[in-house]
């Protein structure tokens, strides 16, 4: 029988593992949603975590297939390889409150966000030079638990705000073609876009202190965004090549973040022995374009994503090796959203985070990641009727992503 005071230090660096795992996970996804500290047992705790994440995406074999004009940019000398990603950070910050069997927290974090950044020499830029998507949310999140058996079930329910904003660059003319008919401009076309919305959650859990067991299931709503407004501005394009060249237009468009289902198990499996694992799925599929139009001109532009559902699965095992030190190592594999088009693989990590407590109010984590991003290949696919992502072809290898995550809990 697994001790029931154990449990409270192996989920302190449970919870430093499994913020890793959403982090890495595909779509837009950065630190997810998570409400793991509505479960700690203390009356008051507030917890603060940053994430580091290094993923290391390169593409080759790239070639210009736009045909925006004749000359290819491969032919103009634009490179056939690229460094696609850029580090990030993902924050957290909580607070929570207990009463009786009432529990209520607070939560501010970053749950999306994206930052693909070749360039503008690589001969994909008709498709992108620079892409980058943030996040602000703001979640409550309230539960009541009552006996029930040899535990308590858990009723969980809450809301949060999210507010989302980005931009996307990309090549709409080779420099080197404007120059060639004696104008000037770089040829970029930029989109700016912002919207926010509201969504739920609710879930159930059941718990048994004596064995260390609880079983979650939570879903969490799409957030509906139908008013994203911003601005497509083509000023370094000339009107010669492109009706709206030098012209900012405003724009408008809408779209949801897709709604989610987690389940999360864990079990005491001997003394001060500790088993776990989660499943996700997340509802990525919903977004496969997204245009953005004037309203007296039409549609302007879209976004092209292309995406197929989400699913992570998490396994691990995590150890108390005294009243101060816990420590845990888990393994996850996340499915890719890209299909034809993208290079969101397949991703496989593994995790490894201690917990040191140097007193009973206070908790300080560590958690490590380094895993592989498998290989592949992009080029045009179907996508809501049309064709997206035909602009260029490319293909990538096995690369590695890491990351660093630290936390810091005080309770009362």
């Not at 449970?14 to 913020?19: E, I, P, S, T």
């Not at 329910?157 to 073609?177: I, S, T, W």
């Not at 030098?246 to 999360?264: I, N, R, Y």
Request: glycine share 12%; charged share 15%; with cysteine.
């Amino acid at each position: 029988m697994a001790n029931k005071h154990m449990t409270r230090a192996v989920l302190a660096v449970m919870a430093g593992v499994a913020v890793q795992s959403p982090a890495l996970a595909g779509g837009i996804e950065r630190g997810g949603y998570n409400i793991d500290l509505l479960f700690d047992p203390s009356s008051v705790a507030v917890e603060s975590t940053a994430t580091f994440v290094m993923p290391d995406r390169k593409l080759k074999n790239v070639q210009d297939t736009s045909g925006t004009t004749p000359v290819s940019l491969n032919a103009l000398g634009y490179s056939d390889r690229a460094d696609e990603t850029d580090n990030y950070w993902s924050p957290r910050i909580g607070g929570k409150v207990g009463y009786e069997n009432a529990d209520c927290m607070f939560d501010y974090s970053q749950p999306y966000g994206a930052h693909s950044n070749p360039g503008r020499n690589w001969a994909g830029a008709y498709q992108n030079t620079e892409t980058k998507i943030n996040s602000d949310n703001y979640a409550l999140t309230c539960s009541y638990r009552f006996d029930a058996g040899p535990g308590q079930l858990r009723v969980i329910g809450g809301a949060n705000y999210l507010e989302m904003d980005g931009f996307k660059e990309r090549l709409v003319l080779a420099p080197e073609l404007i120059a060639g008919a004696g104008l000037t401009g770089n040829g970029i076309g930029r989109l700016d876009l912002a919207g926010h919305g509201w969504g739920w959650r609710a879930g159930l859990a059941y718990e048994i202190p004596e064995y260390a067991f609880r079983a979650s299931l939570v879903y969490f709503s799409e957030v509906k965004l139908n008013d994203v407004s911003g601005t497509v501005d083509l000023t370094n394009l000339p009107s010669a090549f492109n009706p709206l060249g030098g012209m900012v237009v405003p724009v408008h468009g809408s779209t949801a973040m897709p709604d989610s289902l987690e389940l999360k198990l864990q079990s005491g499996i001997a003394q001060d022995w500790l088993a776990f694992g989660s499943v996700k799925w997340v509802d990525w599929s919903q977004l496969q374009t997204i245009p953005f139009s004037n309203d007296a001109l039409g549609q302007i532009t879209q976004l092209d994503l292309g995406y197929r559902d989400g699913w992570t699965i998490t396994g691990g095992i995590g150890h108390k090796f005294n009243e101060q030190w816990s420590g845990a190592v888990a393994l996850t594999w996340d499915r890719g959203t890209s299909q034809e088009y993208g290079s969101l693989s397949d991703t496989w990590v593994v995790t490894t985070g201690v917990s040191y407590s140097p007193t009973k109010n206070v908790e300080i984590k560590l958690a490590g990641v380094l895993g592989w991003m498998s290989s592949g290949d992009s080029s045009a696919q179907v996508a809501d009727g049309g064709i997206i992502g035909n602009e260029a072809t490319y293909s990538y290898d096995n690369d590695m992503v890491a990351a660093i995550s630290t936390s810091l809990k005080v309770k009362f």
